[in-house]
């Protein structure tokens, strides 16, 4: 389950749109305003460096969504934190496995709401 911020963030722009099996899915980005000392270890070696970088704004600090979509409706969709690059744009082309699994996840999820929306359906209107 995603935590309460990402799912009530309302500053998601999407990066990227496309379809994949019935379901169109949207990857999109939203500032991710977590105490950056409570996410990372401010005694190992990259952080003085992150600080800097993200500081300056030649870093960005995200937040991931993938919604998989169907006539419109969000039937299932999966979240990362914490994610550090340039752009949206250079993190989902430089880390396309972690991308790939959020997709999945996102669509597997779909994918078991739109049998249990089914399930419903047809004990509802066709017994």
């Not at 409706?73 to 790939?100: C, I, N």
Request: charged residues 30%; contains cysteine.
């Amino acid at each position: 389950m995603a935590h309460t911020f990402f799912n009530h963030n309302s500053n998601y722009q999407v990066e990227e749109q496309f379809d994949r099996d019935q379901f169109i899915v949207e990857i999109a980005f939203a500032p991710d305003d977590t105490q950056l000392d409570l996410l990372f270890d401010t005694d190992a070696d990259y952080y003085p460096e992150l600080i800097e970088n993200l500081e300056s704004g030649f870093w960005q600090h995200m937040i991931c969504r993938v919604q998989a979509k169907y006539d419109g409706k969000v039937m299932g969709e999966a979240y990362l934190g914490s994610v550090v690059a340039e752009t949206p744009a250079k993190w989902l082309a430089e880390d396309p496995t972690q991308v790939d699994d959020l997709v999945d996840s996102a669509i597997d999820e779909a994918r078991s709401e739109a049998v249990r929306m089914l399930e419903i359906l047809k004990a509802d209107f066709l017994t």
